[in-house]
């Protein structure tokens, strides 16, 4: 019992706990705010730590020489709380979990985050020693990213800022996280890019990077920054620098790897909150024969509803007027079959619509309507409080008018006729 107590203690420490467990949060929480299902957000905490293990365990063992070679006591693997074997098969283990839970999201987003990890294996394996250190981090981390949002049904991926602000907070957690280890690596042949510029070169391009990131999270979604993304940025960008600050003054200090990964996580807050702009399209499905859009008409044939927006109607097959979304995430379901909608609105009839997403979003996360009437200029904004659900839409005039609908991270579009009375 005593042996299987020490070597569980072993494991979890060869593990790098603190790193596993922020970038598993991280990507939890990404997915959680971006309007991920509780069943894919448990597949992307449960495929990103068990790829994380794999990682971690697969670095002491792979290290164990050299660990012992210049006597870091406090690695498990030389004070003898595990053994490099031990580690070596926990690292090819968690490799099956890893596979099964990040392909149960998608075989797309599945493949995206294998490849996320066999980068970061081939840091271990071999480019910690080249001046290509950087390039499994900004990869992994980009990935990481990537397969976050394609494990979301109907997505396509991020915009280019957030991938390439992704791929920037790795190279900034790369040389920070090996800063206090320069001299021990030196001692056994590890030269990576840190090695080569040298401390205090490599401690202000970790600064550059990291604050570059930040700035690209603020700057990258279109339209002026928000108030809340310039603090954030601002709050980003201080952490970065107070890293580079130790760094200097306590070369061997782990705080700047910590707050590293701080900043990091002040990035995901404001990539949650970029909404929208963080998902560069949609890969919404193809429209059944009983879910075709009715567009801009004053009529409306009832069918049956898509069967994830039937929730509610008995039968489930009721018949309904309704309108599907262009990219097929959100349908609007109206309440008459001629003129539903009139502007100005009728004293004996609301301009009522049910919105049903196919995509869930924060828990009240609003639902933005940016209405433009076809052939001119005018356009008029709505909000839905507490997200897609009941909801009276008035329009100032008759007419077809283009709703641009948001709804957390996910977006679409559709076209409504506001009969004239």
Same mark, same amino acid.
């Given at each position: 019992m005593r042996t299987m107590t020490v070597s569980l203690r072993g494991l979890v420490r060869a593990s790098h706990p603190g790193p596993t467990l922020v970038v598993t949060a991280l990507a939890t929480g990404l997915a959680v705010g971006t309007g991920s299902t509780p069943r894919t957000s448990?597949?992307?905490?449960?495929?990103?730590?068990?790829?994380?293990?794999? =990682? &971690?365990?697969?670095?002491?063992? !792979?290290?164990?020489?050299?660990?012992?070679? %210049?006597?870091?006591?406090?690695?498990? %693997?030389?004070?003898? *709380?595990?053994?490099?074997?031990?580690?070596?098969?926990?690292?090819?283990?968690?490799? %099956?979990? #890893?596979?099964a839970l990040s392909l149960a999201t998608g075989v797309v987003p599945g493949v995206v985050h294998l490849v996320a990890v066999a980068s970061a294996w081939s840091y271990n394996v071999r480019l910690k020693s080249t001046a290509a250190s950087w390039v499994p981090y900004a990869v992994s981390f980009s990935l990481l990213l990537l397969? =976050?949002? /394609?494990?979301?049904?109907?997505?396509?991926?991020?915009?280019?800022?957030?991938? /390439?602000?992704?791929?920037?907070?790795?190279?900034?957690?790369?040389?920070?996280n090996v800063l206090p280890d320069l001299d021990d690596d030196d001692a056994t042949g590890v030269r990576g890019l840190a090695h080569r510029l040298g401390h205090a070169r490599?401690?202000?391009?970790?600064?550059?990077? !990291?604050?570059?990131?930040?700035? !690209?999270?603020?700057?990258?979604?279109?339209g002026r920054p928000a108030?809340?993304?310039?603090?954030? &940025?601002? *709050?980003?960008?201080?952490?970065? #620098?107070?890293?580079?600050?130790?760094?200097?003054?306590?070369?061997?200090?782990?705080?700047?790897?910590? *707050?590293?990964m701080a900043v990091a996580a002040v990035c995901v807050v404001l990539l949650v909150a970029a909404g929208p702009s963080l998902v560069a399209g949609s890969r919404g499905p193809a429209s059944s024969p009983t879910a075709a859009r009715s567009g801009c008409v004053t009529t409306y044939t009832p069918r049956a509803l898509p069967t994830w927006a039937n929730a509610g109607f008995t039968p489930p097959t009721t018949p309904m007027p309704y309108v599907l979304s262009d990219d097929g995430d959100i349908v609007a379901i109206l309440w008459a079959v001629h003129d539903p909608?009139?502007?100005?609105?009728?004293?004996?009839q609301n301009n009522k619509i049910l919105w049903v997403p196919r995509v869930s979003s924060p828990a009240g996360a609003p639902l933005l309507i940016r209405a433009s009437l076809r052939g001119t200029g005018q356009t008029v904004t709505r909000t839905v409080e507490g997200g897609p659900g009941p909801s009276i839409i008035d329009m100032p005039t008759a007419g077809c008018w283009s709703f641009d609908l948001t709804?957390?991270?996910?977006?679409?579009? *559709?076209?409504?006729e506001y009969a004239s009375r």
């Open positions: 448990l597949l992307v905490a449960g495929a990103v730590l068990t790829g994380q293990l794999s =990682v &971690g365990w697969s670095n002491d063992w !792979l290290d164990a020489v050299r660990d012992r070679a %210049v006597g870091r006591s406090g690695k498990p %693997v030389v004070s003898g *709380l595990v053994s490099a074997a031990a580690l070596r098969a926990g690292a090819v283990v968690a490799l %099956v979990p #890893c596979a397969f =976050v949002v /394609l494990a979301q049904p109907g997505r396509a991926g991020p915009a280019w800022w957030g991938l /390439l602000a992704a791929a920037l907070l790795g190279v900034g957690a790369h040389l920070a490599a401690t202000r391009v970790g600064l550059a990077t !990291l604050v570059t990131a930040a700035a !690209l999270v603020v700057l990258g979604p279109p108030g809340r993304a310039i603090v954030g &940025g601002s *709050l980003a960008a201080a952490l970065a #620098c107070a890293a580079a600050a130790v760094a200097l003054r306590r070369p061997r200090s782990p705080w700047p790897f910590r *707050l590293s909608l009139v502007s100005p609105p009728a004293a004996d709804w957390g991270v996910h977006h679409d579009h *559709l076209e409504l």
